[in-house]
């Protein structure tokens, strides 16, 4: 059982396009972490979120945190050849000091 | 910086061989994991250490060893190298296991086992 699941799990789309990752449990989580994974390297930290509710906004990018601490959301706005990767949620439960990791979300934004 | 360091980048490996999979940080970071990476399963965690000399177990640890020396280094090794350990290993650090520290992750070390 995936204690964190990524919807959609393959995502194709056209440059100019808006579009939305959910990232999903039953768990309540102290903070959620995205990450983005282009081939052959390992994947690089975009943002952490720790507070419901909480919004973030990197460029094009916006993430949210459900205000339930369950769920999170990652928002592309008019997406680009360079957005093409794979997202990766991740998150710590309360009281375990381990990061648990979301199956992921691969995303190709053709020119 | 350097960073995250992994090697080898690639392995290939027989049944029953043993090896180490090297990874070392210059972040002065007290926390290292490692992680494993495969199709439609995402990242599962193997070994993990809070700080020198103390180390755990993740998620899938059997067939696994790990050791922390120091606070740079963290070497995985493979017992008796086995199909089904054919994957992605990523090593990651990071600075607190506080909420709001992020990992860092190194290139990765792709090896397969014949």
């Known amino acids: 059982t995936q204690l964190l699941e990524q919807s959609p799990q393959f995502l194709s789309i056209q440059e100019g396009e808006n579009l939305t990752v959910y990232c999903n449990s039953s768990s309540v989580f102290s903070s959620l972490q995205w990450y983005r994974q282009e081939p052959g390297e390992g994947p690089v930290l975009l943002v952490t979120?720790?507070?419901?509710?909480e919004v973030k906004k990197l460029k094009r990018l916006t993430f949210q945190f459900g205000d339930a601490r369950k769920d999170s959301s990652l928002h592309i706005t008019a997406a680009q050849p360079g957005d093409t990767g794979l997202y990766l949620c991740?998150?710590?439960?309360?009281?375990?000091?381990?990061?648990?990791f979301g199956t992921g979300t691969r995303l190709l934004v053709s020119p | 910086n350097a960073g995250v360091t992994q090697t080898p980048k690639f392995q290939v490996l027989k049944t029953g061989q043993s090896m180490t999979l090297q990874c070392a940080q210059d972040?002065?970071?007290?926390?290292m994991s490692w992680y494993r990476q495969d199709p439609g399963m995402g990242l599962r965690l193997i070994h993990y250490?809070?700080?020198?000399?103390?180390?755990d177990q993740g998620e899938v640890p059997n067939g696994y060893n790990v050791s922390r020396s120091t606070t740079e280094d963290f070497p995985l090794r493979l017992l008796s190298a086995a199909p089904s350990q054919t994957s992605v290993y990523f090593c990651?650090?990071?600075?607190?296991?506080?909420?709001?520290?992020?990992?860092?992750f190194g290139s990765g070390t792709r090896l397969t086992v014949v």
């Open positions: 979120v720790v507070t419901g509710g």
């Open positions: 250490s809070v700080g020198a000399g103390i180390t």
């Open positions: 972040m002065n970071h007290e926390y």
């Open positions: 990651a650090s990071s600075y607190s296991l506080a909420e709001s520290y992020g990992y860092t």
């Open positions: 991740a998150g710590k439960r309360t009281g375990f000091q381990k990061l648990v």
